[in-house]
């Protein structure tokens, strides 16, 4: 277990609705990252946050949003679901924004119908 | 669980076997790699990263080549065990900026005992 928690693991949601995922970092990281990963396919970024602010965003459109907060826990936020948005949201935790490695929650599968 | 890489390539190999997984890169800057195993129901693992200073790196039982001229990665797994079937992505940094990272595609590693 790499000690990063997401919640919850499974989730319906109707398209046009909104959707919040959450993230436990590993204690001590400061660095949150959420990637968007679709059945068969590999994890893409989409956004990165190093002690509370946004460090990097990937090619994710404005209704793709997030969250740290001083525990550095950190939310995913996505507005106006879409089909496509149907995939398995991966949160990884790090020791900072360098060369650290990268450790991963299980993920949450989000279905859009 | 989840099914992870339902359509990817598949690399079959008998237990005790070497495997040998390839991966091209796209960003001829990239300047930190790194393999990851995700089996299914999980998040991807960190297996071994190599930086682009160095064309070889090795772990236990795993060795990551790297060919700066052709862009290409690859994992070499000694003696493969039954635990080693997951699937196997490589992950490049994205502009350089340390643990953002760009995911390959992903192969499928299945061990026959």
């Known amino acids: 277990e790499t000690g990063v928690t997401q919640s919850p693991t499974h989730l319906i949601k109707t398209r046009g609705q909104q959707v919040t995922l959450r993230c436990s970092s590993q204690?001590?990281?400061?660095?949150v990252s959420w990637y968007q990963q679709a059945l068969g396919q590999g994890p893409q970024f989409i956004f990165q946050y190093y002690r509370e602010e946004e460090n990097g965003r990937g090619n994710f459109p404005p209704r793709f949003s997030g969250l740290q907060f001083p525990n550095y826990s950190s939310e995913l936020n996505v507005n106006a679901l879409e089909l496509d948005d149907s995939a398995l949201y991966l949160c990884?935790?790090?020791?900072?924004?360098?060369?650290?490695?990268?450790?991963f929650g299980q993920g949450t599968r989000l279905t859009v119908v | 669980g989840e099914s992870v890489g339902l359509h990817l390539p598949t690399l079959s190999v008998q237990e005790g076997d070497n495997s040998i997984i390839n991966c091209a890169y796209s960003?001829?800057?990239?300047?930190?790699f790194i393999w990851y195993k995700q089996e299914s129901g999980k998040g991807p693992q960190f297996i071994i990263d190599i930086r682009s200073n160095m064309d070889k790196r090795q772990g236990q039982r795993v060795t990551v080549l790297l060919n700066k001229t052709v862009k290409h990665l690859s994992l070499q797994i000694a003696a493969t065990q039954p635990g080693d079937s997951a699937v196997y992505f490589c992950?490049?940094?994205?502009?350089?900026?340390?643990?953002?990272?760009?995911f390959g595609g992903g192969t499928r590693l299945m061990v026959k005992p």
């Open positions: 992950a490049e940094n994205i502009n350089n900026a340390g643990n953002m990272l760009t």
């Open positions: 204690s001590g990281h400061n660095t």
């Open positions: 960003n001829s800057a990239s300047d930190y």
């Open positions: 990884a935790s790090s020791l900072g924004t360098g060369e650290y490695e990268a450790f």
